[in-house]
């Protein structure tokens, strides 16, 4: 069953931010006597090393161009952009917020990571560390809806789906963006996660799996609902079709449009997981999101994806195993993204973490802009 309510977005001043974030210095305790060890925090890469792409260093605290694809450096410093404020004048769309719950899933009925028992070690090897099992669960997944006052009732609207929601930052920059003229009249469909994070939960296993699965879950079981509930109509049109998100969010965001073009040509993501987080294991992916821009993106043709990508200069390391690195990561994407002639912009920030939300605050009105060049924008 679905519970339904519906707010104004004057009275949702809060803003939201990308799931995975950083852990805290002191992780719970999984039980009595047992302590995991501390995670040492990720090192300050230079945008500048070796092997890294070059990229145009900006002036601190202004934005790559929205216009223009390749590769920038922003920071040290993140000023929030003056989009992400409410201003005066700028009409304030609607958000609908309702739930789903997992029983009424057929694609994703819900599971649990399984955790480790109390007191046992974690493993030193990093191969173990892919080795995790999980249980049936139950979830309940929240959704919020995004309406622009500038809608017609009755006219296929572009759109953007959002991972890890509700996103009330995006919300935000669409109020201002849509009244200057500088995106189209777009409804956003903002989606929780199932619950759960990495190898063996809900999340992990909608975001981090390569395939066309969760964009399946969210064109079969998400979408009907919005236009059925909300009385609007969500265009066919992939190239009015877009979808971002932050870590493992970001990379589904990708799989999305990677797995089914014909429904999604734009892309953005901030600390996209392009590393190797896919549970259970495929021989076809054997290094889950790490292939797109190992194997995938550089031996298949191109597609029509157009990408905003970035990451932050103290993003995760995680395990030695060759296969999580962040920054590497959305380095090789930008490198293979070039040699294939993709459309795209890749900002590295410094200053910055993983997912880092004053990088969001500057820059995701010029992102979104980015991202949607070349759709017609009503200019009344």
Same mark, same amino acid.
């Given at each position: 069953?679905?519970?339904?309510?519906?707010?104004?977005?004057?009275?949702?001043?809060?803003?939201?931010?990308?799931?995975?974030?950083?852990?805290?210095?002191?992780?719970?305790?999984?039980?009595?006597?047992?302590?995991?060890?501390?995670?040492?925090?990720?090192?300050?890469?230079?945008?500048?090393?070796?092997?890294?792409?070059?990229?145009k260093d900006l002036?601190?605290?202004?934005?790559?161009?929205? &216009?223009?694809?390749?590769?920038?450096?922003?920071?040290?410093?993140?000023?929030?952009?003056?989009?992400?404020?409410?201003?005066?004048?700028?009409?304030?769309?609607?958000?609908?917020?309702?739930?789903?719950?997992?029983?009424?899933?057929?694609?994703?009925?819900?599971?649990?990571?399984?955790?480790?028992?109390?007191?046992?070690?974690?493993?030193?090897?990093?191969?173990?560390?892919?080795?995790v099992s999980s249980?049936?669960?139950?979830?309940?997944?929240?959704?919020?809806?995004?309406?622009? &006052?500038?809608?017609?009732?009755?006219?296929?609207?572009?759109?953007?789906?959002?991972?890890?929601?509700?996103?009330?930052?995006?919300?935000?920059?669409?109020?201002?963006?849509?009244a200057q003229h500088?995106?189209?009249?777009?409804?956003?469909?903002?989606?929780?996660?199932?619950?759960?994070?990495?190898?063996?939960?809900?999340?992990?296993?909608?975001?981090?799996?390569?395939?066309?699965?969760?964009?399946?879950?969210?064109?079969?079981?998400?979408?009907?609902?919005?236009?059925?509930?909300?009385?609007? &109509?969500?265009?066919?049109?992939?190239?009015?079709?877009?979808?971002?998100?932050?870590?493992?969010?970001?990379?589904?965001?990708?799989?999305?449009?990677?797995?089914?073009?014909?429904?999604?040509?734009?892309?953005?993501?901030?600390?996209?997981?392009?590393?190797?987080?896919?549970?259970?294991?495929?021989?076809?992916?054997?290094?889950?999101?790490?292939?797109?821009?190992?194997?995938?993106?550089?031996?298949?043709?191109?597609?029509?994806?157009?990408?905003?990508?970035?990451?932050?200069?103290?993003?995760?390391?995680?395990?030695?195993?060759?296969?999580?690195?962040?920054?590497?990561?959305?380095?090789?994407?930008?490198?293979?993204?070039?040699?294939?002639?993709?459309?795209?912009?890749?900002?590295?920030?410094?200053?910055?973490?993983?997912?880092?939300?004053?990088?969001?605050?500057?820059?995701?009105?010029?992102?979104?802009?980015?991202?949607?060049?070349?759709?017609?924008?009503?200019? &009344?």
């Amino acid at each position: 069953m679905f519970r339904l309510s519906q707010v104004t977005i004057c009275t949702l001043l809060a803003v939201g931010a990308f799931a995975q974030t950083p852990p805290p210095t002191t992780p719970p305790v999984p039980g009595p006597g047992a302590q995991r060890p501390v995670r040492p925090p990720a090192p300050t890469r230079d945008p500048n090393t070796p092997g890294y792409v070059a990229a145009k260093d900006l002036p601190d605290g202004t934005n790559a161009p929205a &216009k223009v694809d390749g590769n920038f450096i922003l920071g040290p410093t993140h000023p929030p952009a003056p989009e992400m404020t409410v201003q005066d004048g700028v009409p304030q769309g609607d958000i609908y917020n309702f739930t789903m719950e997992s029983t009424d899933s057929k694609l994703y009925p819900g599971i649990a990571r399984d955790m480790p028992q109390p007191g046992t070690p974690p493993p030193t090897d990093p191969a173990a560390r892919r080795v995790v099992s999980s249980h049936p669960a139950p979830y309940t997944r929240k959704v919020a809806v995004y309406v622009p &006052k500038q809608y017609v009732p009755g006219t296929a609207a572009p759109f953007i789906i959002g991972a890890d929601g509700p996103d009330l930052m995006l919300f935000k920059a669409l109020d201002n963006l849509i009244a200057q003229h500088r995106v189209p009249a777009m409804i956003a469909i903002s989606i929780g996660n199932g619950s759960g994070d990495a190898p063996g939960s809900e999340r992990g296993l909608e975001y981090d799996t390569m395939s066309p699965r969760y964009a399946e879950f969210v064109e079969t079981e998400v979408l009907p609902l919005v236009e059925k509930q909300y009385k609007v &109509k969500l265009t066919k049109d992939p190239d009015g079709r877009a979808t971002m998100g932050g870590s493992s969010g970001g990379s589904a965001a990708l799989i999305m449009a990677w797995y089914h073009p014909e429904w999604y040509h734009r892309v953005l993501t901030y600390s996209g997981t392009y590393v190797n987080q896919q549970w259970p294991a495929n021989p076809e992916t054997p290094h889950g999101a790490w292939e797109f821009h190992d194997t995938l993106i550089p031996n298949s043709p191109v597609k029509p994806i157009r990408l905003w990508m970035e990451v932050g200069d103290k993003d995760n390391l995680g395990a030695p195993d060759g296969y999580h690195d962040w920054v590497l990561a959305n380095e090789n994407m930008a490198k293979v993204l070039a040699a294939k002639g993709y459309h795209y912009q890749f900002v590295f920030a410094r200053n910055a973490g993983h997912t880092d939300r004053t990088v969001k605050m500057q820059t995701l009105p010029e992102a979104l802009e980015y991202i949607w060049q070349g759709y017609p924008v009503n200019a &009344k």
